[in-house]
């Protein structure tokens, strides 16, 4: 079994930076697994943030964070960042890191085995 925990998050104001991070333990990766980011404001369903191949190559991000974040790994630490800049009120939200074993780089929810516990985010206006 896989675990990922995901950490980083915190409160910050409007037009800062933030930088997480989502560490897998447990049964190694095989090399397809691709990574992703997903986050739910309060009383709104969980949505896609961004994904990322297993070699790094290919990314996917949704159009309201284009620009602003950067998903990237590293495979030797096992780890997954999200670097988060110009954030907005709008980002608050969980974070939560999703892996999938056969490689997809997808907004699909369903296509993810694995799940993280959520880091929170708040940005203050």
């Known amino acids: 079994q896989v675990q990922l925990v995901e950490s980083g998050g915190g409160l910050v104001q409007a037009g800062g930076s933030l930088r997480l991070s989502c560490a897998a333990s447990?049964?190694?990766?095989?090399?397809?697994?691709?990574m992703g980011w997903f986050r739910q404001a309060p009383g709104k369903e969980r949505e896609f943030v961004t994904a990322i191949s297993w070699t790094g190559g290919s990314t996917r991000y949704a159009d309201s964070v284009k620009g602003r974040f950067t998903i990237s790994r590293d495979n030797a630490k096992n780890t997954v960042y999200l670097q988060m800049s110009s954030l907005k009120p709008e980002d608050t939200a969980t974070y939560y890191c999703a892996g999938d074993s056969l490689g997809r780089i997808t907004t699909d929810q369903a296509n993810y085995a694995y799940w993280g516990q959520g880091t929170q985010v708040t940005v203050s206006s």
């Open positions: 447990g049964r190694t990766f095989n090399k397809y697994t691709a």
